[in-house]
């Protein structure tokens, strides 16, 4: 699951782990190596939202990918 970031805030980089392609879940599927809600909590951080367990409906940490 690819997610790509562009601006002039971004970090350039991979964040996560490469996924597996042997390691398959039940159903056949990759299994996804970095929460696409931590990508949610970077952004919200980002635009100065201070709960973002709230809006996300628990915890997960951001990602380094803004300045």
Same mark, same amino acid.
């Given at each position: 699951? =690819?997610?790509?970031?562009?601006? *002039? =805030? +971004?970090?350039?980089?991979? /964040?996560?782990?490469?996924?597996?392609? %042997?390691?398959? &879940?039940? %159903?056949?599927?990759? +299994?996804?190596?970095? &929460?696409?809600?931590?990508? /949610?909590? %970077?952004?919200?951080?980002?635009?100065?939202? @201070? &709960? %973002? @367990?709230? +809006?996300?409906?628990?915890? /997960?940490? *951001?990602? *380094?990918?803004?300045?």
């Amino acid at each position: 699951n =690819a997610h790509f970031l562009i601006g *002039p =805030a +971004v970090k350039g980089g991979r /964040y996560g782990e490469a996924a597996s392609l %042997t390691k398959l &879940d039940a %159903t056949n599927n990759v +299994v996804p190596t970095l &929460d696409f809600r931590s990508l /949610y909590s %970077t952004g919200l951080t980002w635009l100065g939202v @201070q &709960d %973002t @367990q709230t +809006v996300l409906g628990g915890h /997960y940490d *951001p990602v *380094p990918a803004l300045a």
